[in-house]
């Protein structure tokens, strides 16, 4: 049976991420396969990579930091994440990342990004994770409209992954997983409003008419996943695990104190569902070898 882990992006409430899959790490379960936008594909590597608790090192640690999350940064790249620190100075010399172990894992990996000239959410593998690239795929899946620039990549330009496909279970599904593990940022009565300020996109981003129209009916695409999700939990081919209520931190929060907190409710909650659904889950034939 092939289980997949559906991740959802969202700032730094990313971090409630990073403590369900810690959790996983904790009962030494590892999934098959392993699919996450925006924040998720970064929260997700630590995971292939078997690299319990670098999830929350990053998110939380360097939070104070300007080069991290700034109006700085944002004056000198133009990104309010300092991408070259997130993607080079991190993992390359404060909290390494384990590259041999994640391309060794038995757990698959996919980024999605969104190409703002197609309107097409691209998929990727491991070979995102290229630090002699500074993994530049990554960078582009965490690009957010308006406060980071467009990544170009061969010649296409990219941003968020989560614009494309906010929460990609249909793509784990595709890829033939039986069932997933969602972890979602929100809260389940979350519905998702529709973006305001059409005139402005409509200037900024004038020369990319696929993107705007993403971001426009972005909320549509949004709701109705949620409901083919709640498909899929009848069915009992998915399994959610989201915040009971909604996490009180935006995605620029640079408090550790909330932070903290945030991963700490990811890891109860996660140890939750697993003790919940470890009997569909095929826990003998996942642990980590």
């Excluded at 940064?73 to 172990?101: A, H, N, Q, R, V």
């Excluded at 550790?256 to 409710?265: A, H, I, M, S």
């Amino acid at each position: 049976m092939k289980i997949g882990l559906v991740l959802e992006g969202g700032g730094m409430r990313g971090v409630y991420t990073a403590g369900v899959l810690d959790s996983l790490i904790n009962k030494n379960y590892c999934a098959d396969y392993l699919i996450g936008v925006s924040a998720g594909c970064t929260n997700g590597a630590s995971y292939v990579s078997w690299q319990k608790e670098r999830g929350m090192r990053t998110n939380i640690n360097y939070i104070d930091d300007k080069r991290y999350l700034s109006l700085w940064s944002y004056l000198k790249t133009g990104s309010l994440f300092g991408m070259d620190f997130l993607f080079y100075d991190i993992p390359e010399k404060l909290d390494p990342f384990d590259y041999e172990s994640c391309f060794n894992s038995k757990c698959d990996y996919r980024v999605g990004i969104t190409n703002i000239e197609t309107g097409e959410e691209e998929y990727y593998g491991k070979e995102a994770l290229k630090k002699e690239e500074r993994n530049i795929i990554l960078r582009a899946s965490t690009s957010l409209p308006i406060v980071s620039p467009i990544v170009t990549i061969k010649g296409k330009k990219y941003l968020d992954g989560g614009i494309g496909d906010p929460i990609p279970i249909k793509r784990a599904f595709e890829e033939g997983c039986d069932k997933v593990i969602v972890v979602l940022t929100r809260d389940r009565n979350y519905k998702k409003s529709a973006t305001k300020g059409r005139w402005f996109f409509d200037i900024l981003y004038r020369k990319y008419p696929k993107l705007i129209e993403l971001i426009f009916n972005r909320h549509e695409r949004y709701n109705s996943i949620l409901e083919y999700i709640r498909e899929m939990e009848k069915e009992g081919k998915a399994f959610v695990v989201a915040p009971e209520k909604p996490i009180e931190i935006d995605k620029f929060e640079k408090s550790k104190e909330k932070l903290f907190e945030v991963y700490k409710l990811g890891l109860a909650d996660g140890t939750k569902v697993f003790e919940k659904y470890k009997e569909f889950l095929d826990v003998e034939g996942h642990q980590k070898i």
